[in-house]
């Protein structure tokens, strides 16, 4: 089975500033996927960003980027300058890779990001 | 293209009934999965349908069912509700062969 762990609860950020969000993970898989996604107030999850393993290299999405360590099982989120609209909680999430059909997600706790003026 | 819709978006039911939460997969979207995430924590995979049949279960009673049908969308059922059915239930709907889920806003379920 696989496990997800995010160990910072809360985190808080000014605007323009850059925070990094911390995700690990455990599982015997070789070829998955990672996510990153985001839940506002308005509850719907939103894909910010996704890694597949078999990839060295980082995925990145506008102001959103990732340090994926393969071998210290480590996939964290950079978020550079920061706006308002980051404010949320974030969610990391791993997915084993099948053939012909989607596969389950496995979610992290999640971390709450505040903006700050 | 519509996205992923759940309904109802808020319920209220008393210990020990079923309730029905409804799911619509985006259009062109073919897997319908179901998450429950309770307050402060991360979604819990309940299971997927694909092509009308279950295809893959978390670790959740049988008390928790569903049904896909022919237009992909989705109902997931709970019988004899208990206090800690409270939460939110998120419906995701994807492509065969594509990573990339779509979520709905959730359906907030209260059992009193």
């Known amino acids: 089975a696989q496990t997800v762990t995010q160990s910072q609860p809360e985190m808080s950020v000014q605007e323009a500033e850059t925070v990094t969000l911390s995700c690990t993970y455990d599982?015997?898989?070789?070829?998955?996927?990672l996510f990153w996604y985001k839940q506002p107030p308005s509850r719907q999850m939103i894909l910010v960003i996704r890694?597949?393993?078999?990839?060295?290299q980082n995925a990145t999405e506008n102001r959103f980027s990732v340090n994926f360590q393969k071998a210290a099982k480590s996939f964290s989120l950079k978020i550079s300058d920061s706006q308002l609209g980051d404010t949320a909680m974030y969610f990391c999430?791993?997915?084993?890779?099948?053939?012909?059909?989607?596969?389950?997600?496995?979610f992290g706790t999640g971390t709450r990001l505040q903006v700050t003026l | 293209e519509t996205g992923v819709t759940q309904s109802p978006t808020h319920l209220i039911k008393t210990r020990g009934q079923q309730v029905t939460l409804r799911c619509s997969s985006q259009?062109?979207?073919?897997?319908v999965s179901w998450y429950q995430q309770a307050l402060g924590q991360g979604p819990q995979f309940i299971f997927q349908?694909?092509?009308?049949?279950?295809?893959g279960r978390g670790n959740f009673p049988p008390r928790f069912s569903g049904l896909q049908f022919p237009n992909y969308s989705s109902e997931l059922n709970v019988n004899a509700l208990e206090l800690d059915d409270s939460a939110l239930y998120l419906c995701?709907?994807?492509?065969?062969?594509?990573?990339?889920?779509?979520f709905g806003q959730g359906t907030r379920l209260t059992v009193v």
């Open positions: 259009s062109g979207h073919n897997t």
């Open positions: 599982t015997s898989e070789s070829n998955y996927y």
């Open positions: 349908y694909y092509r009308e049949e279950e295809n």
């Open positions: 999430a791993f997915m084993k890779l099948h053939t012909g059909t989607a596969s389950k997600l496995t």
């Open positions: 995701a709907s994807s492509r065969t062969g594509n990573t990339e889920a779509f």
């Open positions: 890694q597949e393993a078999y990839k060295q």
